[in-house]
């Protein structure tokens, strides 16, 4: 039997739908519209695809967005000062800056410059710091949207043998303390890991977040396991046209597997719908409400 195709539109629509609630709640009762603003350096078309994608969401879970576009060759100290400003902005509850940034740029220093408070992606050093000590944190969206995938498929993660690829801040490692927190079983893999597909073949869940097109194989998962495909690499088609793949080989491992998300349609789609609820949280927590719902 095919695996189940773990419908992440469907799963992020739904998402979208609970937090857009909340808002219209915090707005009606405590007078709140949560506030995103959305930092895109360059004009890497990815990127802006992306954060176009980021502003509408936003805008129709009724929460107010703020695009800032600055050029490729925007020096670290523009780049700095406008984060200082959103930083003291009683509007902006939530700070993203698009990564990866052009070079010259110095990720880690500009994300250190992002109050812990409105860091929505997750990605300061106290709020990863926090995560892995089991405290309350702003988390890194992806990973927070595979776990809510998995807990779509299986009720509680407890117990099971997660194997995740890739060691990325973004997604990796904050994925290993996410699954702590659900009681699983954690292996990290990278590309040092020897051995990778007997690995993955003892695996309930495996989480694939390398950037390598269609590299986890059929046989390389155990029969009924669940995948989550965190990738999302463009590739040549047949048509000569690019086509979008993840990173596991599909049509080989949705014969295998027990449930699968689709690239794309899967984690993607979760990763904005996410970004909505931190947004919501980060909020909340600036104005000292209690933590919302979602
Ligand atoms: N680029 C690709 N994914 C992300 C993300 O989740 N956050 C940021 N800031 N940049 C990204």
Same mark, same amino acid.
């Given at each position: 039997?095919?695996?189940?195709?773990?419908?992440?539109?469907?799963?992020?629509?739904?998402?979208?739908?609970?937090?857009?609630?909340?808002?219209?709640?915090?707005?009606?009762?405590?007078?709140?519209?949560?506030?995103?603003? $959305?930092?895109?350096?360059?004009?890497?078309?990815?990127?802006?695809?992306? $954060?176009?994608?980021?502003?509408?969401?936003?805008?129709?879970?009724?929460?107010?967005?703020?695009?800032?576009?600055?050029?490729?060759?925007?020096?670290?100290?523009?780049?700095?000062?406008?984060?200082?400003?959103?930083n003291a902005d009683p509007a902006v509850h939530g700070i993203l800056v698009?990564?990866?940034?052009?070079?010259?740029?110095?990720?880690?220093?500009?994300?250190?410059?992002?109050?812990?408070?409105?860091?929505?992606?997750?990605?300061?050093?106290?709020?990863?710091?926090?995560?892995?000590?089991?405290?309350?944190?702003?988390?890194?969206?992806?990973?927070?949207?595979?776990?809510?995938?998995?807990?779509?498929?299986?009720?509680?993660?407890?117990?099971m043998n997660a194997v995740i690829i890739g060691r990325s801040n973004l997604?990796?490692?904050p994925l290993v303390q996410l699954l702590l927190n659900e009681n699983a079983? $954690?292996?990290?893999?990278?590309?040092?890991?020897?051995?990778?597909?007997?690995?993955?073949?003892?695996?309930?869940?495996?989480?694939?977040?390398?950037?390598?097109?269609?590299?986890?194989?059929?046989?390389?998962?155990? &029969?009924?396991?669940?995948?989550?495909?965190?990738?999302?690499?463009?590739?040549?088609?047949?048509?000569?046209?690019?086509?979008?793949?993840?990173?596991?080989?599909?049509?080989?491992?949705?014969?295998?597997?027990?449930?699968?998300? &689709?690239?794309?349609?899967?984690?993607?789609?979760?990763?904005?719908?996410?970004?909505?609820?931190?947004?919501?949280?980060?909020?909340?927590?600036?104005?000292?409400?209690?933590?919302?719902?979602?």
């Open positions: 039997m095919p695996a189940k195709i773990i419908d992440g539109k469907v799963i992020a629509a739904d998402l979208r739908a609970r937090v857009a609630d909340e808002v219209g709640r915090v707005k009606r009762d405590h007078g709140l519209t949560p506030g995103l603003a $959305v930092v895109l350096v360059g004009n890497d078309p990815a990127s802006e695809v992306y $954060v176009r994608n980021k502003a509408k969401q936003t805008e129709a879970a009724g929460m107010a967005s703020f695009e800032h576009k600055l050029p490729a060759d925007t020096p670290q100290k523009d780049l700095l000062a406008l984060i200082a400003k959103l698009q990564l990866p940034l052009p070079k010259g740029l110095d990720t880690q220093t500009v994300i250190n410059a992002i109050d812990p408070a409105k860091d929505v992606d997750g990605l300061h050093p106290i709020n990863a710091g926090r995560l892995a000590n089991g405290l309350p944190a702003l988390t890194p969206c992806t990973p927070l949207g595979c776990i809510i995938l998995a807990k779509t498929v299986h009720a509680s993660l407890q117990g997604v990796g490692r079983t $954690v292996t990290i893999a990278h590309s040092r890991t020897r051995d990778l597909a007997d690995i993955c073949k003892r695996a309930d869940l495996v989480l694939a977040a390398v950037g390598q097109p269609e590299m986890v194989k059929g046989n390389w998962i155990k &029969p009924g396991a669940t995948v989550i495909d965190v990738g999302i690499n463009r590739i040549p088609g047949a048509d000569g046209k690019n086509k979008l793949v993840g990173d596991v080989a599909y049509q080989e491992v949705l014969g295998v597997a027990g449930a699968i998300t &689709p690239v794309p349609g899967g984690v993607g789609q979760m990763t904005v719908a996410c970004l909505l609820v931190n947004t919501l949280r980060a909020a909340s927590a600036i104005k000292g409400l209690k933590p919302p719902s979602v």
